[in-house]
């Protein structure tokens, strides 16, 4: 029996010498220390032993199985480090290698120019109001004083998706509505597409952008008007910047003003920006109509206003000496990563 543990204990050493996987080490122990295992089947055979040779065998015996579990243990931590460092060896990074270039976007030009027209309004107090661009015949026109049939209605055909609604052609039905859900004191500004059945050239196309303007307050007169805007072309265009208003007319306000500035590319002398006039029309304004107040059932008699138009492609193209309103929808890089 001596012999044969001793056989026994020169397997396990031969067979634990092969064994390179927690799998193959788990099979190996079921070999030798399993139920049925060779150390077992022997152990079981001890009965037939004499009462002097029993102890002795039985010791042989717990120390080869002691020794088979020490290799064991120590062959199964020497497995886990081995795949340990595999998983590290597989996971590593190298930070030396060079990364993938994310490209960021850029704001467009027409945003960057608006963002700045919203930080100047927003530093005088103006807070941003929004509205739909498919708008009611109501407000795109009607309630700003163009009834059917006015002549202005020309000048400003649209898209219609039917006879009552249509896509907005001015930021100015924004008015109707601050004014509807909102009394006195106003203060907005209300950026925005619009929409008008332009065919398409050099200065003009069917979608466009307007900064709408509102202030409506007790005492409000049209030197808040000039004073606001001739601040706002000052912080836009510099403080060099001078500004004349010459009057128009829009049927919502009343008396109705364009406003110029003196040329920033030649101070006013007279250029090829100009076209050697001098001064560049800006926006559109005036205050507010009565019947336009009266109409939001805001009282005339206690409140009036002044409203304001910007056109923020012109302001736009005018800041970067754009010359082609068509390149800002093309989405041409060439042209947008130049701002
Ligand atoms: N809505 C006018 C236009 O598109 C501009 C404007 C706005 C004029 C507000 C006066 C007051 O031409």
Redesign the pocket.
């Known amino acids: 029996m001596k012999q044969q543990l001793n056989e026994i204990k020169q397997a396990a050493v031969a067979a634990l010498g092969n064994v390179s996987s927690k799998a193959e080490l788990e099979s190996f122990r079921i070999e030798f220390l399993g139920k049925k295992g060779r150390l077992t089947e022997i152990l079981r055979g001890m009965g037939k032993l004499s009462a002097e040779e029993r102890p002795v065998i039985g010791q042989m015996a717990n120390d080869i199985r002691s020794f088979i579990e020490s290799e064991i243990e120590a062959l199964s931590s020497r497995l886990d480090m081995q795949l340990l460092e595999k998983k590290i060896a597989e996971e590593k990074i190298d930070v030396t290698m060079p990364g993938k270039r994310q490209p960021i976007g850029k704001k467009h030009p027409l945003t960057k120019v608006l963002d700045e027209l919203k930080d100047i309004f927003i530093g005088m107090g103006f807070e941003i109001a929004e509205g739909p661009e498919v708008e009611l015949d109501y407000y795109n026109f009607e309630a700003?004083n163009i009834p059917k049939g006015h002549p202005a209605r020309d000048?400003?055909d649209t898209f219609y998706i039917n006879e009552n609604v249509l896509l907005r052609?001015?930021?100015?039905p924004v008015?109707i509505r601050v004014m509807e859900r909102q009394k006195p004191p106003i203060k907005i500004i209300a950026p925005g597409r619009?929409y008008r059945s332009d065919a398409v050239d050099a200065t003009h196309s069917p979608l466009f952008h307007?900064i709408?303007?509102?202030v409506v307050d007790k005492g409000i007169t049209m030197s808040d008007l000039k004073g606001t805007l001739d601040a706002f072309c000052k912080k836009l265009y510099g403080d060099k910047t001078k500004t004349r208003f010459r009057p128009?007319h829009?049927p919502?306000?009343e008396p109705?003003?364009e406003l110029d500035i003196s040329c920033p590319a030649c101070n006013g002398k007279g250029c090829r920006v100009c076209k050697n006039e001098g001064w560049i029309e800006i926006?559109?304004?005036?205050m507010?109509h009565p019947r336009v107040l009266q109409i939001c059932n805001i009282d005339p008699q206690i409140y009036s206003g002044?409203?304001?138009?910007?056109?923020l492609e012109r302001t736009t193209m005018r800041r970067y000496e754009i010359d082609d309103i068509r390149l800002f929808y093309e989405n041409d890089l060439r042209f947008l990563l130049q701002f």
């Open positions: 700003l000048t400003q052609t001015q930021t100015s008015q619009v307007q709408e303007g509102l128009h829009f919502f306000t109705s003003c926006l559109g304004a005036g507010v002044f409203a304001f138009g910007i056109g």
